[in-house]
């Protein structure tokens, strides 16, 4: 498999205007690219920009070229096997060609790879989504951030080039540095014109005339047809929206059943919480809970790095949530939510509890409450409780997390956005 880079050094801005139209085009194939590369990335480096891989294939245009067509004949030297009249057996598609190393699966992919900023690559992560179910209680605290328009400027980045404005401005740089030339270039002329007519274009004031008409057209060629002074970029603002003060809750099971690599994942899909609910949001309260047997509500470095272990008692981390929002954040003013990683082992005599505390208690006052199980294994008691909650109350999703692969199709399944 070859990987097509290039390395061309982006100076003076050049082919900037190209960029934004290579994103608007390829969003898609960017946004897939995205998507199959964020289950590898690391925990530390979620959030950077990211090197994504296009399969040529995906962005070629359709071209016409011109054929002879028919049936010609042809001598090719050093041909020892052939005569007219025999049929050649099509070759097998082995791929290669032209120096390359041949493929000895018969199929090959080039691959295109495009550079995205951090906030190209999170804009992408993130589009579409947003919290569930969002309600206006109390128009206070929590603002969510629109981008608008605010005119335009002579500094930014590629993707926000304005085409349309930067001709217009190299159209007025050529005008004004071309008026004064173009207008002695007509005088010239004329004047070279009327001499031609009297003394039938000899003489030294005639080559005279020639060399300076020459020296101005020259002139006149050379002004760039757009330079960077001309480039002009859409200018955005984040204009904050007041829409209503909201709580996210992040209930992580540490037991003991919890693996490495499960709690890798849960990680990953918190993280994609936390980035989503500060991109999008400001002002989000985020609530961390851990528990095994007990449950404790930590700050964000002990929910994340904290090596605590022991059994499993889920009902302790809905009861402390229970506690927590009778406490500080009362469903009349907040808009409440909540997300549960687990791998779905509990006490048996536990799963019902957890039941009836999220049907009685806990999903009257939350606008959604998300669970993940992550785990190969088949579904545990707390599945089979909680599935009996979906029919009932449209506010409560669940869904499951085998493979690393999974955790960003099951993050934007929970929160995209829905039809108004």
């Given at each position: 498999?070859?990987?097509?880079?290039?390395r061309?050094?982006?100076?003076?801005?050049?082919?900037?205007?190209?960029?934004?139209r290579?994103?608007?085009?390829?969003?898609?194939?960017?946004?897939?690219?995205?998507?199959?590369?964020?289950?590898?990335?690391s925990?530390t480096?979620?959030?950077?920009?990211?090197?994504?891989?296009?399969?040529?294939?995906?962005?070629?245009?359709?071209?016409?070229?011109n054929?002879k067509?028919?049936?010609?004949?042809g001598?090719?030297?050093?041909?020892?096997?052939?005569?007219?009249?025999?049929r050649?057996?099509?070759?097998?598609?082995?791929?290669?060609?032209?120096?390359?190393?041949?493929?000895?699966?018969?199929?090959?992919?080039?691959?295109?790879?495009?550079?995205?900023?951090?906030?190209?690559?999170?804009?992408?992560?993130?589009?579409?989504?947003?919290?569930?179910?969002?309600?206006?209680?109390?128009?206070?605290?929590?603002?969510?951030?629109?981008?608008?328009?605010?005119?335009?400027t002579?500094?930014?980045?590629?993707?926000?080039?304005?085409?349309?404005?930067?001709?217009?401005?190299?159209?007025?740089?050529?005008?004004?540095?071309g008026?004064?030339?173009?207008r002695?270039?007509?005088?010239?002329?004329?004047?070279?014109?009327?001499l031609?007519?009297?003394?039938?274009?000899?003489?030294?004031r005639?080559?005279?005339?020639?060399?300076?008409?020459?020296?101005?057209?020259a002139?006149?060629?050379?002004i760039?047809?757009?330079d960077?002074?001309?480039?002009?970029?859409?200018?955005?603002?984040?204009?904050?929206?007041?829409?209503?003060?909201?709580?996210?809750?992040?209930?992580?099971?540490?037991?003991?059943?919890?693996?490495?690599?499960?709690?890798?994942?849960?990680?990953?899909?918190?993280?994609?919480?936390y980035?989503?609910?500060?991109?999008?949001?400001?002002?989000?309260?985020?609530v961390?809970?851990?528990?095994?047997?007990?449950a404790?509500?930590?700050?964000?470095?002990?929910?994340?790095?904290?090596?605590?272990?022991?059994?499993?008692?889920?009902?302790?981390?809905?009861?402390?949530?229970?506690?927590?929002?009778?406490?500080?954040?009362?469903?009349?003013?907040?808009n409440?939510?909540?997300?549960?990683?687990?791998?779905?082992?509990?006490?048996?005599?536990?799963?019902?509890?957890?039941?009836?505390?999220?049907?009685?208690?806990?999903?009257?006052?939350?606008?959604?409450?998300?669970?993940?199980?992550?785990t190969k294994?088949d579904?545990?008691?707390?599945w089979?409780?909680?599935t009996?909650?979906?029919?009932?109350?449209?506010?409560?999703?669940?869904?499951h997390?085998?493979?690393?692969?999974?955790?960003?199709?099951?993050?934007?399944?929970?929160?995209?956005?829905?039809?108004?």
């Amino acid at each position: 498999m070859a990987q097509l880079i290039d390395r061309r050094p982006n100076a003076k801005n050049k082919s900037t205007i190209n960029r934004q139209r290579f994103i608007r085009r390829y969003k898609k194939q960017i946004k897939k690219a995205i998507s199959e590369q964020i289950s590898e990335r690391s925990i530390t480096n979620v959030d950077s920009g990211e090197s994504v891989s296009i399969p040529s294939r995906d962005i070629t245009e359709p071209t016409f070229r011109n054929d002879k067509g028919g049936v010609r004949e042809g001598i090719y030297p050093g041909n020892k096997e052939f005569t007219q009249g025999d049929r050649i057996k099509r070759p097998d598609d082995q791929g290669g060609g032209g120096g390359r190393r041949a493929s000895d699966s018969g199929e090959g992919e080039d691959e295109f790879v495009f550079e995205i900023s951090k906030d190209e690559y999170l804009d992408m992560l993130f589009d579409d989504l947003e919290l569930p179910n969002l309600q206006k209680n109390q128009l206070r605290k929590m603002t969510k951030s629109k981008t608008v328009r605010a005119g335009f400027t002579s500094d930014g980045v590629p993707t926000n080039i304005n085409i349309v404005r930067s001709l217009r401005s190299a159209m007025s740089r050529r005008i004004g540095m071309g008026a004064e030339p173009r207008r002695r270039l007509r005088e010239l002329e004329a004047e070279l014109e009327a001499l031609r007519q009297e003394i039938g274009g000899d003489g030294k004031r005639c080559l005279e005339l020639q060399q300076e008409v020459e020296a101005l057209r020259a002139r006149i060629r050379k002004i760039p047809f757009i330079d960077t002074f001309d480039l002009r970029f859409n200018n955005f603002v984040q204009r904050p929206e007041p829409t209503s003060q909201a709580v996210m809750f992040c209930l992580m099971d540490v037991s003991g059943s919890m693996d490495r690599e499960t709690k890798d994942i849960a990680k990953r899909f918190y993280i994609l919480l936390y980035l989503f609910l500060t991109r999008s949001y400001r002002d989000v309260d985020v609530v961390y809970i851990r528990h095994h047997t007990q449950a404790k509500e930590v700050d964000e470095e002990e929910f994340f790095y904290s090596r605590e272990t022991g059994g499993t008692i889920v009902s302790s981390a809905l009861e402390l949530t229970r506690d927590i929002i009778a406490q500080r954040y009362p469903a009349t003013d907040w808009n409440i939510y909540a997300a549960q990683a687990s791998d779905g082992d509990n006490w048996n005599d536990d799963s019902p509890v957890c039941e009836q505390l999220l049907a009685k208690q806990l999903l009257p006052q939350l606008r959604y409450y998300a669970y993940v199980e992550i785990t190969k294994r088949d579904h545990q008691g707390l599945w089979e409780h909680y599935t009996h909650l979906l029919d009932s109350h449209e506010n409560f999703a669940m869904q499951h997390i085998r493979e690393f692969e999974d955790i960003y199709p099951v993050f934007r399944e929970f929160f995209r956005k829905h039809a108004q």
